[in-house]
């Protein structure tokens, strides 16, 4: 069965510096989105994409993070400059219907020191 | 705005016991529900999905889940609960606005005991 393949599973990174999440997900989905779970957390959305532009993003959204789909596969998840509080575990998710459930990926942990 | 609980955060059950996992959403049409799982170390993994028709519904690992419209409600069960069953289990609601997010619940841990 096809997956969400997500990339690093783990990413260490010193606070300020630049961090891009990697996801493939499923080839013929059309809807992507991103969600993070802080440690002990709920799972929260971050951002919804489709046909090429966001089309949702949340309050946690904010001009630190950007989204691309680059070359027709992957879709990267992007922090500028990161922060402590952005310490997470960072799931891909992928549909091919907005009204079909989310697949989702294993997630990146995301550890910022 | 869309709103899911989960009242237990933490739950423990003996092996071989039925189980119930609560689950409450505020939507003001019909909802699409799910109930996803997440096994340590591991993404979320589809159990089952609520979008209309009967209202009990059956998912994988045996588990199913029912849907009360007077209560707002959307309990996962099973009646047997197997020692690999212990995980983090997540309600969640499709929101509003068009996009097929995701609105998930705080989450309930299963712990399974011998």
């Known amino acids: 069965e096809p997956e969400v393949t997500q990339t690093p599973s783990h990413q260490v990174t010193q606070m300020g510096q630049e961090v891009i999440l990697r996801c493939v997900p499923i080839s013929n989905h059309l809807y992507f989105y991103w969600y993070r779970q802080i440690l002990g957390q709920k799972v929260e959305f971050l951002v919804s994409f489709y046909n090429n532009e966001i089309s949702e993003k949340s309050e946690i959204f904010d001009d630190q993070f950007s989204v691309e789909r680059p070359d027709g596969s992957n879709f990267t998840l992007k922090i500028r400059s990161t922060k402590l509080e952005d310490s997470a575990m960072y799931f891909c998710?992928?549909?091919?219907?907005?009204?079909?459930?989310?697949?989702f990926g294993n997630g990146t942990r995301l550890t910022v020191t | 705005a869309q709103s899911v609980t989960q009242p237990d955060i933490h739950i423990t059950v003996s092996e071989g016991a039925s189980l119930e996992l609560r689950c409450n959403y505020s939507?003001?049409?019909?909802?699409?529900l799910f109930w996803y799982v997440q096994s340590p170390g591991q993404g979320l993994q589809l159990l089952l999905k609520y979008f209309s028709g009967d209202t009990l519904v059956q998912g994988i690992k045996g588990f199913e889940a029912e849907f009360k419209r007077s209560q707002s409600s959307f309990n996962l069960r099973k009646p047997s609960v197997h020692w690999s069953d212990a995980a983090e289990y997540f309600c969640a609601v499709v929101g509003s606005g068009n996009t097929g997010k995701l609105i998930f619940g705080q989450g309930t841990t299963l712990q399974v005991k011998p």
């Open positions: 939507y003001g049409a019909t909802p699409y």
């Open positions: 998710a992928s549909t091919g219907r907005m009204d079909s459930p989310l697949h």
